[in-house]
């Protein structure tokens, strides 16, 4: 059974950068899609970024695209998640979550994923 742990949220001000990380271990890491997901409360959880199982291919919602970079080192057994230019709304828990079946594409929908770590909170003040 795979364990997710993240790391790296903190406070930061509005336009600079955090590098949020999520170490797995007990598991085939290599051979899983993986995701980033925030959530702020009383909202739904919401989708991130996605990184497929060999690196080669992320997927990026709307409100991040062109400010978040997802990566992995699977020789590492981790993921990344670079976040710049950071906006008040960018404030959340974010959590790291691993696909049910392995080698799945980058826009499968939430319940896709079965597997999450605690999170760590992320705070961009204005």
């Known amino acids: 059974q795979v364990q997710l742990v993240e790391s790296g949220g903190g406070l930061v001000q509005a336009g600079g950068s955090l590098r949020l990380s999520c170490a797995a271990s007990g598991g085939t890491f290599s051979r899983y899609t993986m995701a980033w997901f925030r959530q702020t409360p009383g909202k739904e959880r919401e989708f991130v970024a996605a990184i497929n199982w060999s690196g080669r291919e992320a997927y990026y919602a709307t409100a991040v695209e062109g400010r978040f970079t997802i990566s992995r080192d699977n020789a590492k057994n981790a993921m990344y998640l670079q976040m710049n230019s950071l906006k008040p709304e960018d404030t959340a828990v974010y959590y790291c979550?691993?696909?049910?079946?392995?080698?799945?594409?980058?826009?499968?929908?939430?319940?896709?994923?079965?597997?999450r770590g605690q999170g760590t909170q992320v705070t961009v003040s204005s």
């Open positions: 979550a691993k696909q049910i079946n392995p080698f799945g594409g980058t826009r499968l929908g939430p319940n896709q994923y079965n597997t």
